[in-house]
């Protein structure tokens, strides 16, 4: 297994959100997370990108071999398309982005300033990001934002050839991405239980 969570539980604010939570990832896989606002998906995939701790549970990952997208795009507005990529491509080790510009129909784009894109080619611009990191899993949280259907169709064709090639692929989303080979896993289920009274203290400890 690439990924494997045993037993966690995760907590935003010090209030515990999710517990018991168990899931494996491997070459090949895509797991979409579902469930409803405020649940705790994206404070699980920041738990998973090592940007917070578990409260409890074990998390065995490969050093190095995840790359975590958030909601912010990450790209410099005063550098162009091409510059933004090749930056992320030296920070990873990386030399080739046009792998990434030809996923993401970027070529049209290629010297244009990043600040001058419209939400949505932005957007295509922060998921290229993906390509030029030589990640073999990627944790993406709500990838769609801004896309239109075309463009979504981009991204779900980027994450099968990625999957194609062994890699895997966490997300959080609420749409259909059309990624029939993804399981889904429910989050609703593992949501903890509320505080007591005499627990409330420690919530913000």
């Known amino acids: 297994m690439m990924l494997s969570v045993s037993d966690l539980m995760i907590s935003r604010g010090g209030i515990p959100v999710l517990e018991g939570l168990s899931f494996a990832l491997g070459a090949g896989d895509v797991l979409v997370l579902r469930g409803p606002n405020g649940c705790g998906k994206t404070t699980l995939l920041r738990t998973l990108a090592g940007l917070q701790l578990p409260v409890s549970g074990r998390i065995d990952v490969a050093s190095e071999s995840l790359v975590y997208a958030a909601h912010a795009d990450g790209i410099k507005t005063t550098l162009t398309v091409t510059e933004n990529l090749r930056f992320w491509a030296q920070v990873f080790g990386q030399e080739n982005i046009m792998p990434a510009i030809e996923a993401f129909h970027l070529a049209p ?49 980027a994450v099968r050839t990625h999957v194609a090639d062994g890699g895997a692929a966490l997300i959080a989303t609420h749409i259909d991405l059309g990624l029939r080979e993804a399981r889904l896993l429910d989050l609703e289920p593992y949501r903890a239980r509320a505080l007591a009274t005499d627990d409330f203290d420690g919530s913000f400890l």
């Open 109 to 157: 784009l290629a010297d244009r300033p990043a600040g001058a894109l419209s939400a949505g080619q932005k957007r295509r611009l922060g998921l290229a990001r993906l390509l030029v990191t030589g990640r073999a899993i990627w944790v993406l949280d709500e990838p769609t934002v801004s896309l239109d259907a075309e463009a979504v169709a981009m991204f779900a064709t």
